[in-house]
């Protein structure tokens, strides 16, 4: 069955998700409170299915829904309010109060229906890096060291971290890095 991420602010709403989904028959890759943790682990994971609340400790669930770019379903539990005002379209939605089955079902639908439309998984394709963009990278990084006095992987990871938290990639967190550290 799919690898699935939960997503909720709570540690306690997301251990109760993932014992429903464990009992489901799925695999559950990661527990998360956050959307950076939840974009960290996609990227880890490559596609499969997000179960999250509405809002999760530094996003919403629609924010974090377009930067996971279509490789992952997401199942969003939210009050009926929520759901009433709107989802996008792709996001399937069950209201709160949950039972447990209704998830179970949900969840088995969710994976049947990616396995008929993705028959093979192929893995996603990496873009290579601009040779302008990895200077970009490299400048960035032996700024921080030089400034923070930090190495070359704390330098890389910090860039990964900011990058995450902002919501943008990794050439466009290095430029506006450069941008700040060389005022």
Sequence with gaps: MDKVIIAFFREEDADRIRRIALRAGCSVFAVCTSGAAVLQAA????????VCGYRLKDMLYDHLYGMLEGRFEMILLASERVIEE??????KALQLPLQAQVLA?????????????IPQRKRTVIRQRSPEERQLIEQAKTLLMERRGISEEEAHRYLQKT??????????????????LKR
Excluded: C, Q, Y
């Design 43 to 50: 990227d880890r994971l490559g596609d499969g299915i997000v």
């Design 86 to 91: 709107g989802i996008p379209s792709g996001v």
């Design 105 to 117: 079902d949900m969840l088995e639908k969710t994976v049947l229906g990616r396995s008929e439309r």
């Design 163 to 180: 990058s995450m938290e902002n919501g943008t990639n990794l050439p466009e967190t290095a430029s506006m890095i450069l941008s700040l």
